[in-house]
């Protein structure tokens, strides 16, 4: 990653948070998908069948639920949702999260940075492409 | 809470003696199975320090409240814990903790305790 710098003019952007995730391994990416479905619709916690159902139909299949379960306990711990606890039928009261204005500007945030993230990555990517189809040019005679 | 005051060492670890007693009267009202499983995740994060007596009675009431849902729901221990517990654990235990270590062999054991709640028999 050493290549890949973030513009000192962009001082609010940082790589970390995006690579490491503010939550966890691996796990920067999916608190913005969690956060962009608690904006969508309601999200219930405490083995939580409806958002982890969407995110595997998103295709983040291997994240365990559980895992899901730690992510929405931090955007709580950090005021990014409302939380209202309902009562179900079987086991405790679940909780159902809503976005919040704080929560929003944090989204509005992780947008910008994946966004820049994936631009630069993109061009990282394009500049080794052109030097691995020169080398195979120079290696290979045809 | 009056338990919060008396703090010594075992309520740093665990938070006020009162809410880990109700902590574990619920563990114990789970399937075997997932109590099995609970009681090695619960192990498993004395490993890390937590940010304080309060924040490490949450972490035990929260990790019931997950497996009481799932037991619940009929949910799968392997579905909750994911391929690898150790990465299920540690971004749970993040949520309360300053941080800690956990030495090769905690982790292992941890992996390995989930894979026997796994073949428990169902109740």
Not at chain 1, 81 to 110: C, I, M, T
Not at chain 2, 51 to 79: N, V
């Amino acid at each position: 990653m050493a290549t890949v710098k973030p513009d000192p003019s962009n001082g609010s952007i940082r790589l970390g948070e995006v690579a490491r995730g503010s939550c966890g391994s691996s796990a920067g990416y999916v608190t913005g998908t969690v956060l962009e479905c608690a904006g969508g619709s309601n999200l219930t916690a405490a083995a939580p069948p409806a958002h982890s159902a969407l995110l595997r139909e998103q295709g983040f299949s291997d994240i365990a639920e559980g895992t899901v379960y730690a992510l929405l306990i931090r955007i709580e711990q950090r005021g990014l949702v409302d939380v209202e606890k309902v009562h179900s039928g079987k086991g405790p009261p679940r909780k159902v999260y809503s976005l919040n204005a704080q929560g929003q500007a944090y989204l509005e945030e992780f947008w910008r940075t994946w966004s820049f993230l994936a631009e630069r990555l993109e061009q990282l990517h394009k500049e080794n492409g052109s030097n691995s189809s020169t080398k195979e040019a120079s290696n290979h005679v045809r | 809470m009056s338990d919060d005051e008396k703090g010594g060492f075992i309520s740093k670890v665990i938070g006020p003696k009162k809410r880990w007693r109700a902590y574990k009267a619920r563990v114990r009202r789970l399937p075997p199975d997932y109590r099995t499983a609970v009681e090695s995740i619960e192990r498993y994060l004395m490993h890390f320090v937590p940010a304080h007596g309060d924040s490490a009675a949450s972490m035990f009431e929260d990790l019931a409240d997950l497996f009481e849902q799932a037991a619940a729901d009929g949910k799968p221990i392997r579905e909750i814990v994911g391929e690898d517990p150790v990465e299920f654990a540690g971004a749970f235990a993040r949520n309360y903790s300053e941080g800690g270590y956990v030495p090769t062999r905690g982790r292992k054991r941890l992996t390995d305790a989930i894979a026997r709640a796994e073949e428990e028999v169902p109740r």
